[in-house]
């Protein structure tokens, strides 16, 4: 990134996440949103509207209704009138844009926040819709069928086998235990997750995702106000996303060449990471990034339990930045990679790199 | 900090109709999308990001639909990003890509927005289902003419003056080869006599649905060094937002509307609107937001935007021409309206605009709105690069 001297530092603050449910049919998504902003804004002793830039991230689709993120603005309080946009992508995203905001000197902190409630609709179909409209999702190819497909490829390339992959469930949902937020926790060992039959084959129940509901909210700030407000700011050093071609056909789907240019780009081969969390919905997803993020058995990867344990859809990815950034916060992490991904099979990525003042 | 200076160097629309069969979404943002790139001169590799815009995803029927216009917007292997914001999105779109230029994230940004209304029925996609919203409020029109009944009541203004800011936009856009609608034989009285659709808002006092996309190319200062026609800078550009309800709501000229002038104006410092801003392309998807927004931005006296319109003064040979290129009224592919009125505040100010420039534009502003009007966003462009 070609840095002016004078462009200021920007460093998560804080950061809040709902108890992430299967179902939430007792919450509207403001609601499950509110206390969670409440809750993410207080630990700087902030309220909604004092920060200078809001910005969301949602999906209309998954709330079927449109313009469903004013529901959700109307909960936040933008009155007096705030400077505020949102992204109809994954609020990982939408901190993306607020980085850009802070690093312009528009604004010196930014609330971020992002939701999603898949219990109301059948994710697996729903999900289709994302798929290019003329030549794929008339076919309905459902979440789990393409990544079934990805996990295939990467079997048949000799990247991985089922017991690796029920390895990876394991240890994912053996951290969540330690994570109150997460949506599944613990597991059986990974020979016993093998006894189970396929989801989608080569994939059992245990390779994905938990479908449910939550939200999440960062809270940015630049430089000295970043210091005032945080004893050990996460300051994020790089920060970049990149996206594939659509359609499967075209792409070597046992790497990610856009994940592997969005670290690059987001600096996160110029040293070493101590953490790193990824967003890998399914087991197989790992084992690709794992070798386009060049992540070796010293890294902690996924402390939190991942995606594997918990999984909202539209703020999963934010949910990464945030955990790496309260690792740093008390001092669990130094410095930290965390990521982000959206479309089928991990089309588009982003990277970020995260870090504490030496202690 | 000092930010980058940004400009607008290329500017691309489709020809705005109310359904192309001919090509499917990815042809038609391509077509804006290219056309942006000849425009500068550039080609694909030129292009470091794209951030593109839509309203609700709905509309076509495609969740995020983005991420399968990737390929088709040469995204692949670049930073992409969706924009939503309601109708204001084709501005907040704008925006962001100009904040990625002016951080010094990235040195060329192609920006775009787009809606193929032809896909769905867009009035009943905005009429939202039992819960949300009570059964009556048919599209927007059913939202905004309550509102539009207010402003009346509140200031006087004669019935026709909606009929006068239709049909001086309907007019404008016969010299606007983009436009929707190109209704040659279109007589005031046409306009008035025209059915009631929400009253007091008449058939032809209501923006088309059209299918249609926009494109600019947003470079630095080095950039603009190599732009083979005169740039548009950005001097000023803001985004408000306010809740959809609540007691005390001024929905005649709400408060975002005027914090986000404000804010632009102080940007670009601009004392004096009305005599400083050579043109204004402002969203106006019912006649009457013409002298509703005419106050909301600083251009009239609170009661006295009608008077503006009514006395011709917002004519394209007027003192202060609004909308020459046909506006909303004109045109409607509603998350690219906001941004075309962004392209055509900028074509302005680059003396680009053909049939419909207006003489001399050296200071134009970019005006959306959407939601229940609650979400602005705004952007002052001129000729010459910002001082400061």
């Known amino acids: 990134m070609p840095d002016a001297p004078d462009v200021p530092d920007v460093a998560v603050v804080a950061f809040g996440q709902s108890e992430h449910r299967a179902n939430t049919a007792d919450l509207s998504e403001v609601e499950m949103l509110l206390p969670v902003l409440a809750e993410t804004l207080g630990q700087v002793g902030l309220t909604a509207g004092e920060t200078d830039f809001t910005c969301s991230g949602s999906s209309d689709y998954l709330a079927g209704r449109a313009f469903s993120f004013t529901m959700a603005l109307d909960g936040v309080g933008a009155w007096p009138p705030i400077s505020e946009s949102h992204v109809e992508m994954d609020g990982a995203w939408a901190l993306y844009e607020a980085w850009v905001k802070l690093r312009t000197g528009e604004a010196e902190t930014a609330l971020v926040y992002s939701y999603g ?6 994710l697996r179909d729903v999900l ?5 409209p003329y030549y794929l999702a008339p076919l309905w190819p459902d979440s789990v069928s393409l990544a079934a497909l990805q996990a295939q490829a990467l079997i048949d390339a000799g990247h991985t086998d089922e017991r690796a992959l029920a390895a990876i469930a394991a240890r994912d949902r053996t951290s969540a235990e330690e994570n109150p937020h997460a949506q599944l926790r613990g597991s059986a060992p990974p020979e ?9 084959r080569p994939l059992r129940g245990h390779d994905a995702p938990p479908i449910g509901d939550g939200a999440a909210a960062v809270v940015l700030a630049a430089g000295d106000t970043a210091r005032r407000l945080c004893t050990r700011p996460a300051w994020i050093r790089g920060i970049d996303h990149r996206v594939e071609p659509h359609a499967l056909g075209v792409r070597d789907l046992t790497d990610s060449p856009s994940t592997r240019l969005a670290a690059e780009r987001a600096g996160a081969f110029d040293a070493p990471v101590d953490t790193a969390e990824l967003h890998a919905p399914f087991t197989s997803q790992e084992v690709v990034l794992r070798k386009a993020l060049r992540l070796g058995d010293d890294v902690t990867v996924n402390p939190s339990g991942g995606a594997l344990a918990a999984n909202p859809m539209m703020a999963a990815g934010l949910i990464r930045i945030g955990e790496v950034a309260a690792r740093i916060h008390r001092g669990a992490s130094d410095r930290a990679l965390a990521h982000a991904t959206s479309g089928p099979c991990l089309q588009q990525n982003l990277v970020a790199v995260l870090e504490g003042d030496p202690r | 900090m000092s930010k980058e200076p940004v400009a607008v160097v290329g500017i691309g629309q489709t020809k705005h109709v109310a359904a192309r069969h001919d090509v499917s979404i990815a042809g038609l943002v391509r077509e804006a999308a290219v056309r942006a790139l000849q425009d500068a001169r550039l ?9 593109i815009g839509k309203a609700p995803d709905f509309f076509e029927g495609v969740m995020m639909p983005e991420l399968y216009l990737a390929d088709a917007l040469g995204a692949v292997g670049k930073p992409m990003l969706r924009v939503h914001t309601a109708g204001s999105v084709g501005g907040s779109t704008a925006l962001v890509a100009a904040n990625l230029v002016a951080a010094r994230v990235h040195r060329t940004v192609l920006t775009l927005a787009f809606e193929k209304q032809s896909e769905s029925n867009a009035m009943w996609g905005l009429s939202l289902p039992i819960p949300f919203q009570q059964p009556l ?16 009541r509140r200031t006087g203004a004669p019935d026709t003056v909606g009929s006068l800011v239709a049909y001086k936009d309907r007019r404008n856009a016969l010299k606007n080869p983009y436009a929707h609608l190109h209704e040659h034989d279109i007589t005031l009285e046409k306009v008035q006599s025209s059915p009631m659709l929400w009253d007091p808002v008449r058939y032809s006092e209501t923006c088309p649905s059209s299918d249609g996309a926009c494109a600019m190319i947003l470079t630095d200062r080095g950039g603009a060094g190599r732009s083979p026609h005169p740039p548009a800078w950005v001097h000023g550009g803001a985004m ?11 929905f005649v000229s709400p408060q ?55 006395s011709g003064v917002t004519e394209l040979d007027g003192d202060l021409p609004v909308n020459p290129s046909g506006g909303v009224l004109s045109t409607n592919p509603i998350g690219a309206s906001g941004m075309i009125r962004f392209a055509e505040a900028a074509l302005q100010v680059r003396g680009q605009a053909g049939e419909h420039q207006v003489d001399g534009a050296r200071t134009a502003l970019g005006h959306a709105y959407g939601g229940g009007a609650q979400f602005f966003s705004m952007w002052l462009v001129g000729s010459e690069p910002p001082t400061s």
């Open chain 2, 240 to 250: 408000r937002s306010e809740p959809t309800l609540f007691a005390g709501k001024d």
């Open chain 1, 128 to 132: 289709t819709r994302q798929l290019d």
């Open chain 2, 256 to 310: 975002a509307g005027k914090d986000c002038a404000a804010d632009v104006y102080r940007q670009a410092g601009i004392a004096d609107p009305r005599r400083e801003i050579d043109a204004v392309e402002m969203y106006v998807p019912f006649s009457w937001y013409e002298p509703m927004w005419l106050e909301n931005l600083g251009f009239a006296a609170e009661g006295e935007g009608w008077k503006l319109t009514e």
């Open chain 1, 192 to 200: 016993r997750l093998l006894d189970a039959d396929y989801l989608v």
């Open chain 2, 43 to 51: 080609g694909w590799p030129d292009i470091d990001a794209v951030v």
């Open chain 2, 137 to 152: 409020l048919a599209g927007a029109g059913g939202f905004f003419a309550p509102h539009i009944r207010a402003y009346m």
């Open chain 1, 117 to 122: 409630k898949s219990s109301p609709g059948h």
